[in-house]
């Protein structure tokens, strides 16, 4: 998508590492239950996993196990899913979204990017019902929320909810991972260069809805070989050129 991710967090289990904008979250929860002095290089199983089920519950993930490398990787199966439509890339739509709301914080937020995502988590975590990120009501109530708790960065957030709400619930009520990441795609073009003065007036007049045309999933540009020496004449070995745009 050409998007460039927000500060992401992830775990580290079984001899292998998920970090994903869901385990974000997590982290970011377990923190703030495990109190201002926690570790985040050593935050226990218990409150890992509680994180993790207030997480994956008030998202509404279903049954995604965002910390279990053998089942988190929803891009791999997103990019095997031919109509875009399974629960892995349900997943996938909401992990999208994710990033795009967690950016446009960090974007709106500038220095203070750290504290304004951990007051949006802390917000979820509140929630007492599902915060469905393709109802633009629901993102603008819990960044109000967050706004709430934390008055030192109620400017920052409520920016933040103005420039993201419409085209974070555009992207996670897409009809297709496919057709989410095109979307991400549109926003990012504006989000990559917005600063905390222009991100409203950039972000939130994108069209992201409008778009309708699917990119795929799980590829990458092909750059062609570099050529073979090729012997020249009586001049000796010369080497070719791909001319290619990387």
Do not use: F, H, W
């Amino acid at each position: 998508t050409g998007a460039e991710l927000p500060v992401m967090k992830g775990v580290a289990q079984s001899e292998a590492a998920v970090c994903s904008p869901i385990t974000t979250l997590i982290v970011e929860a377990a923190l703030a239950a495990a109190g201002p002095a926690a570790d985040p290089a050593n935050i226990v199983a218990s409150a890992l996993t509680a994180a993790t089920t207030v997480i994956v519950t008030n998202l509404g993930l279903g049954d995604y196990q965002p910390t279990n490398p053998a089942t988190a990787n929803y891009v791999a199966a997103a990019a095997a899913d031919a109509t875009g439509t399974s629960a892995s890339s349900q997943v996938m739509i909401k992990a999208m979204a994710i990033a795009t709301l967690l950016k446009t914080i960090e974007v709106a937020a500038g220095a203070s990017a750290a504290d304004a995502v951990s007051a949006l988590v802390e917000a979820i975590v509140a929630s007492a019902t599902v915060v469905d990120l393709a109802v633009e009501a629901d993102i603008t109530t819990v960044m109000a929320a967050a706004s709430t708790a934390n008055a030192d960065l109620a400017t920052v957030l409520d920016n933040a909810s103005t420039a993201a709400a419409t085209n974070v619930a555009a992207i996670a009520s897409s009809s297709s991972a496919q057709l989410a990441a095109a979307r991400v795609e549109t926003v990012a073009v504006v989000l990559n260069e917005a600063t905390a003065s222009t991100v409203v007036a950039d972000v939130s007049a994108v069209d992201t809805a409008a778009v309708v045309t699917p990119i795929v999933i799980g590829t990458t540009p092909t750059v062609p070989p570099e050529p073979e020496p090729q012997t020249g004449g009586t001049g000796g070995t010369g080497s070719g050129s791909n001319g290619s745009d990387i």
